[in-house]
Every structure is written in C-alpha cells, then in structure tokens.
C-alpha cells in the first residue's frame, strides 16, 4: 500500500510535524511518499533521507536562525537563505533526490512568473532552502532560471502531488486559525495580513477532505511562526495529537493494531 504524507508550512510550529512523525512510526505506519511546503518540506526531506525522529528534531534546536552572521547583505530579506547550505549539506550525505529513501515532492514558488513549482529530481537543498523562503524575512533562492521562495504563498496544503500514486493520505497541518481581538485591528496592515491568513486557511482546510487521516493540533494557535524557544513543548503537541487520532485511526493503514498499542503503552 501506498501511503502518502503531505506537510504544511508553518514556520517554528513545523516542528510539531516531527511528532507526527514519531507517533507514525511507533503505531508502524509505513509512508512512501511525500509532499511539503517550506518547514513541511524540510521536515519531509530529513524524514525521507532515512533520518530518526530524535535527529530531525536535534537539526531544527542546533540550526540557529536569527544569528548576525546570517544577515543579508544586498539581498532583498533579512536573513540569507543561502547561508543555510553547509548545515543542509552536513546533514544529507549528498545534495540529490536520488539519496531519499522515500518520494518527496518540494513545493516552491517562482516568484518570477507566479508559478507553483514542485521539485522531484536533482538537486535537493536548493530547493528545500527555497520552499522555507518566507518573503520579507530570508531571502529568495536563485537557480534553474528561476527565483524562487515559499511554496506556501501558492500551495501551503500540497496535497496533489500525493492523489494519483497513493492509496492513502495522511496531512498534517499546523496554522490553525485562532480568534482576535478587534483591537488587534487598527491599522490597515494588520487587517492585510489578517485578510491573507484568512484566505490562506480557508483554501487549505477545503483540501482537508483529500486526506484519510489529519492531524492539526488546534493548540498550536498559542504559538507563532517564530517561536523558537519552544520547540519541545511544540514537539509535544504535534505528537500527543498524533497518538490521539491514530488511537482510532490506525486500522485504516496497519493490522495488528492491539499489539501496537500494546507495546507503545509500555514504553
């Protein structure tokens, strides 16, 4: 069987993906493809090298972002994408697609022509550095032709990649929509913003029904894009939200389903 696995973007909040992952693993729940957006595409890259949970989750604590020697210098961003690459390189044993264990599809944005443009094959950080691009902040990546940033501002719930060769899919989805005040909504950016996240939401959670199993964590609505210092207590969320709906779920994808649970509740 065919599993597929689809990972949003989402910033810091990516990380309770890595839980998702842990709780899929124990209940023995085999994925053979993947598509992701920006943080999900990282995520899904790590996991399809080959990599244990506990080594993703140590990449994302060790990585600093927001660190001087990373400034952009003449670059339109903050934060310079391209001074990621050694650190993605030390973590995969060779900067190509053909080394994953698993399908992935990663999800960009050509900010040249508007286009989604979802990397398959040859080289792999470029892309994976470029679908975590957030506009404004790190800077967007240049190769094959094309610039290209966040697959978020056009696809933040990839799903498609996965409907033609899988038997089953399972999402993960970290953005949801929490309420505000109307106070938070003063001045014309913030109603923009507001505006686009809205809009963003709604066309990811239509595709929802594309998905056999979701996982979204509606706790994650505490914690912001950026929320470094709290990668384990997200970590957590992902993974006891996990466990919770694969308590019920899980037979749709594994037998033996008692025996796993069995043995996870020793643990």
Known sequence: ???????????????????????????????????????????????????????ILGFFKSVPIFHYKRYARNK?????????????LKFFTEDNFSILQKKLYVNTTNLIDGNLRIFETGELINPLLASASIPGIFTPVQFKKGLFADGGIVNNFPVEPLQASCDKIIGGYVNPLKNIHPNGLKHSYQVITRAYQISLDHQCLSKFKYCDIMFCPGELENYGIFSLKTMDKIFNIGYMEAKKVLEEKAPLFIENTEKIKNSIAKE
């Open 76 to 88: 339109p961003g903050f934060i310079d994408t391209a001074k990621f690459h050694q650190e993605f």
């Open 1 to 55: 069987m065919n599993i597929g696995l689809v990972l949003s973007g989402g910033g810091a909040r990516g990380v309770a993906q890595i839980g998702f992952i842990k709780a899929l693993e124990e209940y023995g729940i085999n994925i053979t493809h993947i598509s992701g957006t920006s943080a999900g595409a990282i995520i899904g890259a790590m996991y399809a090298s080959g990599a244990s949970w506990e080594r």
